[in-house]
């Protein structure tokens, strides 16, 4: 059975939940865009489709922040963020659902009340008015319609999505085994090995 790693290069166990401050002359890509490291896998998990089957997610960081048993903690401390972070978008989605329908539930009846009138006034005072006129005026009605349930249809349609998408990457992260090792060693000039800090791994290595 052959194990694909997600690999991340973080300093600490907290920078893979808590972004780092902006730091462009940093050689860690975490430090670069100032983002969490389970903020960069999901982003990159999202925008390359890859099987995650026998995958692990290996976590990479200084020998000296690697302690005994750190390993299931950090695993348990990822299920726990994950699972979190999933309630709290479902709510976000519900929501979002909850005040687009408001919405354009509200705006739909200010139309129909506007196209009643405006009905009202084509077969009464207004019956005998140029149709030109008459044609302009429905066209305004139907633009000022349109424009206004756009905006609640559209956050109710596609809004959602982006955490929708977010919540599926996330299960698929809090699927993954946990591991942590040091930083790879790098090779001096004279052959001794020495460690380094590395940069953000190629997560997307096979």
Known sequence: MTTRDLEIAVNSPGQLFDAPTIDPFSGNKLEILGMSGLAYITRQLQAH??????ARLLVRMPADQITPGLDQRLADAVHRYCRAKIEDN????????????????????????????????????LAEIPQAIQVAIAFTISLFAWVSLWDPLEALIFN???????????????????????????????????????????????
């Open 160 to 206: 959602p999505i982006a955490l929708m998408r977010e919540n599926f990457t996330l299960r698929r992260i809090n699927e993954l085994e946990i591991v942590v090792e040091p930083n790879a060693p790098t090779r001096a000039a004279d052959g001794t090995a020495t460690s380094v800090h590395a940069n953000s791994a190629d997560m997307m290595a096979p």
């Open 49 to 54: 489709r890859r099987d995650l089957k026998h």
């Open 90 to 125: 479902e709510v976000e989605i519900h929501l979002i659902r909850f005040r687009s329908a408001i919405g354009l539930g509200s705006l739909m009846v200010i139309v129909a009340v506007i196209v009643a009138v405006a009905y009202f006034l084509y077969t009464g005072p």
